[in-house]
């Protein structure tokens, strides 16, 4: 285990303790604590969980009395003033895993107070606040940054060295859907999913996948949902969500992506979450499907419902490693240990004098800084926009990118007059 009063060290605070923290969080900093990180550019650096906040502290103070000496002896705040006292703790860095309407002022918080911040996807739900963020984090030399994981799933990374090698040639058509069950709704998340959907939770990363992989102008939005189950048939809670994003490329030519999203597919579903992917391009055509990567597992007396029938052990699974360490890891975990090393590379490789260079060349890096998260998060707004007008007794809005009203404008028909969502340009 390193210490960190022997090496260089990267003092973290968490915003959030759900189920999020606990799959790929709570494996990570575990990690760091009992190995640190090492590279020759910045040498040896420790990552103490140093503090958290959260709204109760009671799976906070759970897993401190659990984890032991596996996990630095980490302070718990809770209640209202949480954040504020996680950070005057001192932190250098802060990880954002609250609910998604909360980002945005746990983030604001953490780069006024000079920390440096991840926040998990969707990074906020409206360009206002995106903009306002970017401006803080630039104003304070401070890291802003997302967690979209599924960027680094093995699949869709090979996704994209197609593409960028032109192998694949000009996309035409997507669609991705993913299922989660009702235990996700009814159950891990019942507290805080009123008035919220279930796009704006996952379809953001397809979103974002879409966006980073082909590149182009997101030009139109469109949505509908189904309602009556987490919620009134007629109220603002979303059982499932579809949603559409057209986009533009230089070459003139159009596309359209279809997302399509639930958390109400039934417990017993033999996958714990159904992701599937197909886009089409000018001279090929590319299928994926998470649950179908040759692994089926039976259990008499467990599966499907306390073990899933088909495993995806990619984003993050525990292991016995042949050498008989036990191990947990994986692409969720691996994009949490990304940020710890850019972060570290701008903080300790090198000169001090150098360090705005490097601070420059990691912003650069546009699958995970707020700057170019730009026309991902527009197609959250539009969506929850859509979807409020929907709840609100007019359905079928479209939302236009960059016309001659504004960057986000909806249209409601039969309505003459449209909405300026954000005035900017998208």
Same mark, same amino acid.
Not at 4 to 12: D, G, K, W
Not at 19 to 33: L, Q, S, V
Not at 184 to 191: H, K, L, M
Not at 394 to 422: F, M, Q, W
């Given at each position: 285990?390193?210490?960190?009063?022997?090496?260089?060290?990267?003092?973290?605070?968490?915003?959030?303790?759900?189920?999020?923290?606990?799959?790929? *969080? /709570?494996?990570?900093?575990?990690?760091?604590?009992?190995?640190?990180?090492?590279?020759?550019?910045?040498?040896?650096?420790?990552?103490?969980?140093?503090?958290?906040?959260?709204?109760?502290?009671?799976?906070?103070?759970?897993? &401190?009395?659990?984890?032991?000496?596996?996990?630095?002896?980490?302070?718990?705040?809770?209640?209202?003033?949480?954040?504020?006292?996680?950070?005057? =703790?001192?932190?250098?860095?802060?990880?954002?895993?609250?609910?998604? !309407?909360?980002?945005?002022?746990?983030?604001?918080?953490?780069?006024? =107070?000079? %920390?440096?911040?991840?926040?998990?996807?969707?990074?906020?739900?409206?360009?206002?606040?995106? !903009?306002?963020?970017?401006?803080?984090?630039?104003?304070?030399?401070?890291?802003?940054?997302?967690?979209?994981?599924?960027?680094?799933?093995? !699949?869709?990374?090979?996704?994209?060295?197609?593409?960028?090698?032109?192998?694949? &040639?000009?996309? +035409?058509?997507?669609?991705?859907?993913?299922?989660?069950?009702?235990?996700?709704?009814?159950?891990?998340?019942?507290?805080?999913?009123?008035?919220? +959907? @279930?796009?704006? #939770?996952?379809?953001?990363? *397809?979103?974002?996948?879409?966006?980073?992989?082909?590149?182009? /102008?997101?030009?139109?939005?469109?949505?509908?949902?189904?309602?009556?189950?987490?919620?009134? &048939?007629?109220?603002?809670?979303?059982?499932?969500?579809?949603?559409?994003?057209?986009?533009?490329?230089?070459?003139?030519? !159009?596309?359209?992506?279809?997302?399509?999203?639930?958390?109400?597919?039934?417990?017993?579903?033999?996958? *714990?979450?159904?992701?599937?992917?197909?886009?089409?391009?000018?001279?090929?055509?590319?299928?994926?499907?998470? /649950?179908?990567?040759?692994?089926?597992?039976?259990?008499?007396?467990?599966? @499907?419902?306390?073990?899933?029938?088909?495993?995806?052990?990619? #984003?993050?699974?525990?292991?016995?490693?042949?050498?008989?360490?036990?191990?947990?890891?994986? *692409?969720?975990?691996?994009?949490? $240990?990304?940020?710890?090393?850019?972060?570290?590379?701008?903080?300790?490789?090198?000169?001090?004098?150098?360090? @705005?260079?490097?601070? %420059?060349?990691?912003?650069?890096?546009? #699958?995970?800084?707020?700057?170019?998260?730009?026309?991902?998060?527009?197609?959250?707004?539009?969506?929850? %926009?859509?979807?409020?007008?929907?709840?609100?007794? $007019?359905?079928?809005?479209?939302?236009?990118?960059?016309?001659?009203?504004?960057?986000?404008?909806?249209?409601?028909?039969?309505?003459?007059? @449209?909405?300026?969502?954000?005035?900017?340009?998208?």
């Amino acid at each position: 285990m390193t210490s960190p009063e022997s090496t260089n060290s990267l003092r973290a605070g968490m915003v959030g303790m759900g189920m999020i923290f606990d799959e790929t *969080y /709570r494996p990570f900093f575990e990690r760091t604590h009992r190995e640190g990180l090492y590279d020759r550019r910045f040498g040896d650096v420790s990552v103490p969980l140093v503090a958290v906040a959260t709204r109760t502290g009671t799976r906070a103070e759970a897993y &401190k009395r659990a984890a032991g000496n596996a996990i630095h002896p980490f302070v718990s705040h809770a209640g209202a003033d949480s954040v504020a006292k996680m950070l005057a =703790a001192g932190v250098d860095f802060v990880c954002v895993a609250s609910p998604d !309407d909360r980002h945005f002022g746990a983030a604001k918080a953490a780069l006024e =107070a000079g %920390a440096h911040v991840l926040i998990e996807k969707p990074s906020v739900l409206r360009l206002q606040e995106l !903009d306002e963020l970017v401006e803080l984090a630039h104003s304070k030399n401070r890291l802003a940054k997302v967690v979209y994981h599924k960027l680094l799933d093995p !699949d869709h990374k090979k996704l994209r060295t197609l593409v960028h090698d032109q192998v694949l &040639k000009h996309v +035409n058509t997507g669609y991705c859907s993913l299922l989660e069950p009702k235990s996700i709704s009814g159950g891990q998340f019942a507290e805080w999913i009123v008035g919220r +959907n @279930p796009g704006t #939770y996952v379809a953001c990363h *397809y979103i974002k996948l879409i966006d980073f992989t082909f590149g182009g /102008r997101l030009k139109t939005i469109t949505a509908t949902g189904q309602r009556g189950l987490v919620g009134p &048939k007629d109220g603002p809670t979303w059982d499932s969500t579809q949603m559409r994003m057209v986009y533009e490329y230089d070459s003139g030519r !159009d596309a359209a992506f279809d997302i399509h999203t639930s958390w109400v597919t039934p417990d017993n579903f033999p996958g *714990y979450v159904e992701q599937e992917v197909q886009f089409r391009f000018d001279n090929g055509v590319w299928n994926g499907h998470s /649950r179908k990567r040759g692994v089926e597992l039976t259990v008499e007396g467990e599966t @499907p419902l306390k073990r899933k029938i088909t495993v995806n052990n990619h #984003y993050n699974g525990t292991f016995l490693e042949p050498w008989g360490e036990r191990s947990q890891r994986g *692409y969720g975990i691996e994009v949490l $240990e990304r940020f710890a090393r850019e972060l570290a590379y701008v903080k300790f490789s090198g000169a001090g004098a150098d360090e @705005p260079q490097r601070l %420059a060349e990691v912003q650069a890096l546009s #699958y995970n800084d707020l700057a170019a998260d730009r026309q991902s998060v527009a197609a959250v707004q539009a969506l929850e %926009a859509i979807l409020e007008r929907h709840a609100a007794g $007019e359905p079928d809005c479209v939302v236009r990118v960059n016309d001659s009203h504004g960057g986000l404008t909806l249209y409601r028909p039969g309505k003459a007059e @449209p909405i300026v969502l954000y005035s900017g340009r998208v």
